[in-house]
């Protein structure tokens, strides 16, 4: 008999073609529409700004 495994969380989600991994993000309406707003005004889509926001806050917690 072959037994069965959970597929490993890199398994399930490769990579794009850039390298990066996609993943669930539950926000509130309130905040999407807070940063839909906010990455519109940037000429942002909404996930790059997100990143955006995130890479600020790794860079400032760094200390750099």
């Known amino acids: 008999m072959v037994e069965r495994r959970e597929p490993q ?3 399930r989600d490769p990579p ?3 390298g990066r991994k996609a993943f669930l993000l539950r926000l509130s ?3 999407h529409a807070e940063l839909r707003g906010w990455a519109n005004q940037e000429l942002r ?3 790059a700004h997100i990143e955006w926001l995130l890479r600020e806050a790794v860079r400032k917690r ?3």
């Open 62 to 64: 760094r200390g750099r």
């Open 45 to 47: 889509s909404l996930n």
């Open 9 to 11: 969380p890199e398994e």
């Open 16 to 18: 794009d073609e850039a």
């Open 29 to 31: 309406p309130e905040l």
